[in-house]
Nanobody
């Protein structure tokens, strides 16, 4: 399974970005849960959001609730992370995951 994340960039505080992660490979299943973690400089990787295939339910870290929205398109094997009202603390490398697989990460930088 390969996960290709994109959509990161530099944005001012209060701005928005939309991350995408496309999954491919013979062993990938759209039945896998998918989600995002992030890692800020000098900090450990932390959970951001996830979406459960079976129920469609979503889960968020407290720090992003109300600002981020995770969604997926099973036909495209893609998970999205819409990030609004971005803060400098949201800066970091965002990694998508699916089951036990990880993408390469995409850098998000929020300037104050």
């Amino acid at each position: 399974v390969q996960l290709q994340a994109s959509g990161g960039g530099l944005v001012q505080a209060g701005g928005s970005l939309r991350l995408s992660c496309v999954a491919s490979g013979r062993t990938f299943s759209s039945r896998y849960n998918m989600g995002w973690f992030r890692q800020a400089p000098g900090k450990e990787r932390e959970f951001v959001a996830a979406i459960v295939w079976s129920s469609g339910s979503t889960h968020y870290a407290d720090s992003v609730k109300g600002r981020f929205t995770i969604s997926r398109d099973n036909a495209k094997n893609t998970v999205y992370l819409q990030m609004n009202s971005l803060k400098p603390d949201d800066t970091g490398v965002y990694y998508c995951y699916s089951n036990v697989y990880w993408g390469q990460g995409t850098l998000v930088t929020v300037s104050s």
